[in-house]
């Protein structure tokens, strides 16, 4: 927790009720120990989207389909959603989600590693993206996620502090999370100082990264 944890609960307690299918997809979610992003997260997400109006939207990790399925409800009617996922136990169940939610029409799952397919999509199509996939990944995206963005595209980044790890010594983390925390401090340095980007560090949830393409 990068925030302390009684501001969180108050902000948590202010916000509305979700639709019934994201409460059903956020519950089982929970019962089954499946990370989605936080009620902090939603609220950011649907605000951006409703200030940014995006068309094409690029989501790298989809996991159950719960993020997509919540832009998906901010969006307009013509807008479109492409999400990527890698985990083939997950993505089934992402599948069945989207089509409970009626969003079929709007949202197109790509399965696979967003390594090999963000390469065969046209490059300038996207003006949101939104990256919540393997975090150690997230610096070897950047650059096909760039290639794939407009100008004046908005990226953000999820997870990018580590509830608060990142901060520490690589020698404090533990030895598993050595790559991520290493990999997660490459990608801040280059956010933060690519030419292309505007960017700024955002402490909710457990910290986000909000970029826009010059």
């Not at 948590?12 to 509305?16: A, I, K, P, Q």
């Not at 089954?32 to 649907?46: G, H």
């Not at 390594?115 to 999509?121: D, G, K, N, Q, V």
């Given at each position: 927790m990068i925030v302390d944890e009684r501001i969180v609960s108050y902000m948590?307690?202010?916000?509305?009720a979700n639709t019934e299918v994201l409460t059903r997809i956020e519950r089982e979610a929970h019962k089954?120990?499946?990370?989605?992003?936080?009620?902090?997260?939603?609220?950011?997400?649907?605000v951006m989207l409703s200030i940014t109006r995006p068309t094409r939207i690029l989501e790298?990790?989809?996991?159950?389909?719960?993020?997509?399925?919540?832009?998906?409800?901010?969006?307009?009617?013509?807008a479109k959603i492409i999400t990527i996922e890698n985990y083939e136990k997950r993505i089934p169940i992402a599948k069945e989600n989207i089509r409970l939610a009626g969003k079929s029409n709007v949202i197109e799952l790509l399965e696979g590693d967003a390594?090999?397919?963000?390469?065969?999509?046209e490059a300038n199509q996207f003006d949101f993206v939104f990256m919540d996939a393997a975090k150690a990944q997230y610096i070897n995206f950047l650059p096909e996620v760039l290639r794939l963005m407009n100008k004046g595209a908005v990226l953000i980044t999820d997870n990018i502090l580590q509830e608060g790890d990142l901060?520490?010594?690589?020698?404090?983390v533990r030895r598993r999370d050595r790559t991520i925390h290493k990999r997660m401090r490459e990608y801040l340095e280059a956010v933060k100082n690519h030419q292309e980007l505007e960017t700024s560090i955002v402490p909710i949830g457990d910290g986000i990264t909000i970029s826009v393409k010059k």
């Open positions: 948590n307690s202010l916000e509305s089954d120990n499946v990370p989605i992003i936080r009620k902090e997260m939603e609220s950011f997400l649907r790298l990790g989809t996991a159950i389909g719960y993020s997509a399925i919540l832009m998906s409800e901010c969006i307009d009617a013509e390594l090999e397919i963000m390469p065969t999509l901060i520490q010594s690589k020698y404090v």
